[in-house]
């Protein structure tokens, strides 16, 4: 069966733009997580939605925002990039929560 | 609240050699125990995992890891190493009582030599 697809796969954005990324997870698959990985930091938590319903958030300021749809496929939103937002995003689908993840190949987004 | 800490972020082994990936959690109730490997611009793809059990996981590729919970630990062994083995490892950690996300290690990047 297909894996995880995030697109883009590479992002040029300008700093105070605002970018979209976007995760189709595995077909069946309800929960969506959402990762940012960076050099400094490593892999940081965002947010995870289930069945369209935020279920948990992470320490990430109000600008980062997502959402999931009815199929299950779901966005997540930067507003106002600043430089170091600058990161691969990660995204993971499971059927039954961190337990059963499966990874997306990220979306790197680069903020000049 | 719990946290997984990786000793050593660059680990270098010889080919045919032991691979040993260290890894030390803390957690206030048991968690669910997992390693992750990553390719360069890649995701991260599951070696094994440990939820309850056997304390001994065997994983993919020839990994294993053994979660011992005296010593709060999970560490990921190979007994041979090989070229396609270099990458970036990480450990990561579950517990129900922790707002549900997984919490990961810094990783280790592994270098095998020729």
């Known amino acids: 069966k297909a894996g995880v697809t995030q697109t883009p796969r590479y992002l040029i954005k300008t700093r105070g733009q605002q970018v979209t990324l976007s995760c189709s997870p595995i077909?069946?698959?309800?929960?969506v997580s959402w990762y940012q990985q960076t050099p400094g930091q490593g892999l940081q938590f965002l947010f995870e939605?289930?069945?369209?319903?935020?279920?948990n958030k992470g320490n990430f300021p109000g600008r980062f925002s997502g959402r999931q749809f009815s199929n299950s496929r779901s966005e997540m939103n930067v507003s106002t990039l600043e430089l170091g937002d600058s990161a691969l995003y990660l995204c993971?689908?499971?059927?039954?929560?961190?337990?059963?993840?499966?990874f997306g190949s990220g979306t790197r987004l680069t903020v000049v | 609240a719990q946290s997984v800490t990786q000793l050593g972020s660059h680990v270098s082994v010889s080919e045919g050699a032991l691979v040993l990936l260290r890894c030390n959690y803390s957690?206030?109730?048991?968690?669910?125990l997992f390693w992750y490997v990553q390719y360069p611009n890649q995701g991260l793809q599951l070696l094994l995992k440990?939820?309850?059990?056997?304390?001994l996981v065997k994983g993919i590729n020839g990994f294993e890891a053994e979660f011992k919970k005296s010593e709060t630990s999970f560490h990921l062994t190979k007994p041979s190493a090989h070229m396609s083995d270099a990458a970036e490892y990480f450990c990561?950690?579950?517990?129900?009582?922790?707002?549900?996300?997984?919490?990961f290690g810094a990783g280790t990047r592994l270098t095998v030599k020729p």
């Open positions: 077909s069946g698959h309800r929960s």
């Open positions: 990561a950690a579950y517990a129900s009582n922790n707002n549900n996300d997984m919490r």
């Open positions: 939605y289930f069945s369209e319903t935020q279920r």
């Open positions: 993971a689908s499971s059927s039954t929560g961190p337990y059963g993840y499966t």
């Open positions: 957690s206030s109730v048991p968690p669910y």
């Open positions: 440990y939820t309850t059990g056997a304390t």
